[in-house]
């Protein structure tokens, strides 16, 4: 089932596998805007611990393009999250 499309003012964040896990949510509507350099700081806020056990290894999209969280070297540091946007949280995928 798709998330319901974000409230005015907010943006979409959709959780996968261990994030799902830790946040216990699949999908969630946060205020916008927000740079994405500081969403995991929010996101930190909200589930203390998930930046160190989850975001770190983590891939980011926006509107369904990868963007580059890495503080020190950011393709585009100033890169903002904005109102209706979708943002999708996507743990590292194992195989074997």
Not at 27 to 43: G, I, N, Q, T, Y
Not at 52 to 78: H, Q, W
């Amino acid at each position: 089932m798709a998330p319901a499309k974000a409230p005015t003012g907010h943006f979409s964040i959709l959780y996968f596998a261990a994030a799902s896990s830790f946040t216990k949510k699949t999908s969630e509507h946060l205020p916008a805007p927000v740079k994405a350099r500081d969403l995991f700081a929010r996101l930190e806020e909200r589930y203390p611990g998930i930046k160190e056990k989850v975001l770190a290894s983590c891939a980011v999209t926006v509107n369904l393009e990868y963007i580059d969280m890495d503080e020190d070297d950011a393709a585009d540091p100033d890169k903002e999250i904005r109102e209706g946007d979708e943002v999708a949280i996507i743990p590292p995928v194992s195989s074997g």
